[in-house]
C-alpha cells in the first residue's frame, strides 16, 4: 500500500514540503489547512480545510485515512494544532516530525525588546513609540485595543478581526518585501517602533533590517515553547529525511 502523509500546513515549508512528496513514486500527501485564509495558493496533493475536533479528532482522522506519517509545518504560534498533532501521534503510534524554520537571531545594531506574549508587547508599547507598525497578523489584536495615544499601522494578508485600537491604518499586503520596500513604508508612516512575532523566515525579515537601518526599537513576541518530547527539524530536507520515502 502506497505511503500516506498528513501535512499540517499553512507555511512556505509546508507548501515546498507537498511539493516535494509529491515527486516520491507511490507517496500520497494530504495538506491540512486551518482555512484562516480565504484564497491559498495551489498545493501538490490532496488539500482538506477545517479542523479535526481536537486532539481525539485527528487521532480518529489519522486511522479512518491509514496515516503513515504526519508532519506539522504549521506556523510556529500554532501552539494548539502542534499540541493536538503531537496527543495524536502518541495515541496512534503514527511517527510525526515537526518541521520548524529557525526564528531570527538579533544582530549587531537591533534594538530589541523581547516579550512572551502580546499583552506584554502592548504594554511596553507607551515607553518605545507613538507611531507602532504592528506586523504580529490579523488575529489577537484585542491586545492592542485599549491603547490609547498610538497610531497603528497593520499589515496582514487578509483584513484583520476586531477590536482594534482606535487609531489603526490597515495595510493588506504578502510578502516577501525588500529591504528597501520596508525602509520606505517605515519612513512614509513616520513609523517609531515596530511590533513581530518571531515568525522566521526570509519572506518578512526585511523589516527587522529596516528597522535596524533607521535605529527603531523592534518588540519581538518570542514563539511558544514546543510540546514536552517533541523536537523539531529546521528545514524541508531534514523533514524528508526523516520521513525516509525514498528519492525523488
Avoid at 12 to 17: C, G, I, P
Avoid at 18 to 43: N, Y
Wanted: hydrophobic share 45%.
Amino acid at each position: 500500500m502506497s505511503p500516506h502523509v498528513l501535512l499540517l500546513g499553512g507555511t512556505t515549508e509546508a507548501r515546498e514540503l507537498a511539493a516535494e512528496l509529491a515527486t516520491r513514486p507511490g507517496v500520497r500527501v494530504t495538506t491540512s489547512l486551518a482555512g484562516r485564509v480565504s484564497r491559498p495558493g495551489a498545493l501538490e496533493g490532496d488539500v482538506r480545510t477545517g479542523g479535526f475536533g481536537g486532539a481525539d479528532g485527528l487521532a480518529r482522522w489519522l486511522r479512518e485515512h491509514r496515516v503513515d506519517a504526519v508532519v506539522d509545518a504549521t506556523h510556529p504560534f500554532a501552539s494548539g494544532i502542534t499540541a493536538n498533532a503531537a496527543r495524536a501521534a502518541a495515541a496512534t503510534g503514527i511517527p510525526a516530525v515537526v518541521l520548524r524554520r529557525p526564528g531570527w537571531p538579533p544582530g549587531p545594531g537591533d534594538r530589541w525588546h523581547p516579550v512572551d506574549s502580546l499583552a506584554e508587547a502592548a504594554a511596553l508599547l507607551p515607553a518605545l513609540g507613538r507611531r507602532v507598525f504592528l506586523t504580529t497578523g490579523r488575529l489577537g489584536l484585542a491586545a492592542f485595543a485599549e491603547l490609547a495615544g498610538l497610531h497603528f499601522l497593520v499589515r496582514s494578508v487578509e483584513a484583520p478581526e476586531p477590536p482594534l485600537p482606535a487609531d489603526t491604518e490597515v495595510l493588506l499586503a504578502r510578502g516577501p518585501f525588500t529591504p528597501d520596500d520596508e525602509t520606505r513604508l517605515l519612513r512614509g508612516h513616520r513609523i517609531d517602533v515596530l511590533v513581530t512575532k518571531d515568525s522566521g523566515g526570509a519572506a518578512t525579515a526585511a523589516k527587522l533590517t529596516a528597522a535596524r537601518d533607521l535605529g527603531l526599537p523592534v518588540v519581538v513576541v518570542r514563539r511558544p515553547p514546543l510540546p514536552k518530547d517533541v523536537s523539531a527539524v529546521p528545514d524541508v530536507a531534514s523533514a524528508l529525511a526523516l520521513l525516509d520515502l525514498g528519492p525523488g
